[in-house]
């Protein structure tokens, strides 16, 4: 089993910036994709960004390319979502999650469907005003 709590959330004026964490408890951070996914009011849930199980391959949903860095620290069995640049359209409950695999080297890219991901934490209210 593992445990996932995020934290970090709050009201931001658009423009600025918010660290969200993400600890991990239990067994098998190490392994797996981690990923974080937001989902905004009346909207489904989507997938933002993910890190490959030794944090060297990252992978972002166009929209926050350039502004959003996804990292993970085994150390603390923490991952992290530095976000830059917000704007009220960032505005959602983000949710970080542990894939249920790797990242092939054979694949483009990451898990990045919510059935892909087995573990959930509760989520972190992002609100951006404008």
């Known amino acids: 089993q593992l445990q996932l709590v995020e934290s970090g959330g709050g009201l931001v004026q658009a423009g600025g910036s918010l660290r969200l964490s993400c600890v991990a408890s239990?067994?098998?951070?190490?392994?797996?994709?981690m990923g974080w996914f937001r989902q905004a009011l009346g909207k489904e849930r989507e997938f933002v960004a993910a890190?490959?199980?030794?944090?060297?391959?990252?992978y972002y949903v166009d929209s926050v390319k350039g502004r959003f860095t996804i990292s993970r620290d085994s150390s603390q069995n923490t991952v992290f979502l530095q976000m830059n640049s917000l704007t009220p359209q960032d505005t959602a409950n983000y949710y970080c999650?542990?894939?249920?695999?790797?990242?092939?080297?054979?694949?483009?890219?990451?898990?990045?469907?919510?059935?892909?991901?087995?573990?959930w934490g509760q989520g972190t209210q992002v609100p951006v005003s404008s």
């Open positions: 999650a542990r894939a249920m695999s790797g990242w092939s080297r054979y694949l483009p890219g990451p898990p990045r469907l919510d059935r892909e991901y087995a573990y």
């Open positions: 890190v490959s199980a030794n944090g060297e391959r990252q």
């Open positions: 239990g067994r098998g951070f190490d392994l797996y994709v």
